[in-house]
Nanobody, 123 residues
Framework: QVQLEESGGGLVQAGDSLTLSCAASERTRSTNAIGWFRQAPGKEREFVAAINWPSKRTYYKDSVKGRFTISRDSADNPVYLQMTQLTPEDTAVYYC????????????????WGQGTQVTVSS
């Protein structure tokens, strides 16, 4: 059973930057694809970004392209989500997710989920 632990959330002001980290308890085929999702109050969970290993191909929600960067240096290292030019619309609980297949993450599903980390952007 893979466990995912997110960190790095917090309260920032509009225009600020924040970096989230997702660490997996073990390196398995189930962590080939790791992604970030978010859920704002009263809204459904939505896909934000994903990265595939070993290709390192990345995928982004349209509204975060150019502002967010997902990265992964190796199969064993954490996955980072660098968020810049944050707006109040980015306020949500951000969840890390892992799956053997990137297409599963892009479909909004995953085998493993983290507990989430709160990101609040004040105007």
């Amino acid at each position: 059973q893979v466990q995912l632990e997110e960190s790095g959330g917090g309260l920032v002001q509009a225009g600020d930057s924040l970096t989230l980290s997702c660490a997996a308890s073990e390196r398995t085929r189930s962590t080939n694809a790791i992604g970030w999702f978010r859920q704002a109050p009263g809204k459904e969970r939505e896909f934000v970004a994903a990265i595939n290993w070993p290709s390192k191909r990345t995928y982004y929600k349209d509204s975060v392209k150019g502002r967010f960067t997902i990265s992964r240096d190796s199969a064993d290292n954490p996955v980072y989500l660098q968020m810049t030019q944050l707006t109040p619309e980015d306020t949500a609980v951000y969840y890390c997710a892992a799956d053997p297949a990137t297409r599963t993450l892009l479909a909004g599903r995953a085998n493993y989920w983290g507990q989430g980390t709160q990101v609040t952007v004040s105007s």
